[in-house]
């Protein structure tokens, strides 16, 4: 029985090498309870730890009345950066940093229970691979990965830019295909739904990728929603023609009881 204990322990000690997770507690180690010890201190409640394209981060329960802004606001080492804090929380949590919790589902709220607060803020979160050999002969080609949720602009198979979006609700599902940019409009108005969508590109009618609202899960009828400001960039940055795919892949995250809190 002892022989088997040992080899199990082996087993796992090379189990977390191979994550490149740190397998305990020690000098080397990044220490991240100080901020964990804040969000706790500011009244949040730590759900779950893990690590999300390299990432580490704490899940913590939105209260209602919430949002990205406030928290940042009400956490000490968060508001002593409040800008790159407020940026990196939402893009990783592919939210509009406004959008206040509520239990109405209003437009423009926070519709997500919990969010992930990034524990390194140096580090940027590797969503998608640098280059892609597949796409090298595309001067430019948009890859949307719904099951990610985000959207990646390669140029020449080299990766150039990276947005949050938001997908189609089950019930009006994004279709995974491939596709041309048939169409770009500044101003259009969708018809169908009477709504505004600034900065869109018709890639399949009746659907776009256009600016919209973010409120931190799929939340669209079908289309992929960018911030606008991102869907401003990604508009400037393609054309008429411009090949793309919609995917849908795992997040690349690993989940684990207050792992880093400790």
């Known amino acids: 029985m002892r022989r088997w204990v040992i080899i199990l322990l082996i087993c796992l000690a090379g189990f977390w090498c191979l994550l490149g997770l740190p397998g305990r ?8 309870s100080p901020l964990c010890q804040e969000l706790e201190q500011s009244g949040l409640e730590l759900l779950n730890s893990g690590l999300a394209y390299g990432v580490p981060y704490v899940e ?3 209260p209602l009345g919430g949002s990205v802004t406030s928290i940042c606001k009400s956490v000490p080492s968060l ?6 804090c407020r940026d990196k929380i939402a893009f990783f949590n592919a939210l509009h940093p406004l959008y206040i919790k ?10 997500a229970d919990t969010l992930r607060i990034p524990l390194d803020r140096t580090l940027v979160p590797e969503i998608f691979p640098a280059a892609d050999d597949s796409l090298a002969p595309y001067d430019k080609f948009i890859l949307v990965d719904l099951g990610k949720g985000f959207l990646a602009l390669y140029a020449q198979g080299e990766l ?6 938001s997908g189609g609700t089950p019930e009006k599902a994004t279709p995974l295909m491939d596709f041309k940019i048939i169409k770009r409009d500044e101003e259009h108005w969708s018809n169908i739904y009477d709504t505004w969508m600034p900065w869109a590109l018709l890639i ?8 919209g609202a973010l409120p931190g899960r799929s939340d669209s009828a079908g289309c992929i929603r960018l911030f606008p400001h991102d869907a401003e960039e990604l508009y400037h ?7 793309g795919r919609i995917i849908q892949t795992s997040q690349l995250e690993l989940t684990y009881p207050a792992f880093f809190c400790r």
Do not use: C
Request: glycine share 8%; charged share 25%.
């Open 25 to 32: 507690a020690g000098a080397e180690d990044p220490d991240y």
């Open 60 to 62: 913590v329960k939105v």
């Open 79 to 84: 508001r002593a950066d409040f800008n790159r």
């Open 102 to 111: 509520n239990n109405a589902g209003e437009a423009n709220s926070l519709e």
């Open 160 to 165: 150039q830019r990276v947005f949050p979006i």
């Open 204 to 211: 399949k009618r009746p659907y776009y990728i256009h600016g």
């Open 237 to 243: 940055l393609v054309e008429v023609g411009t090949p």
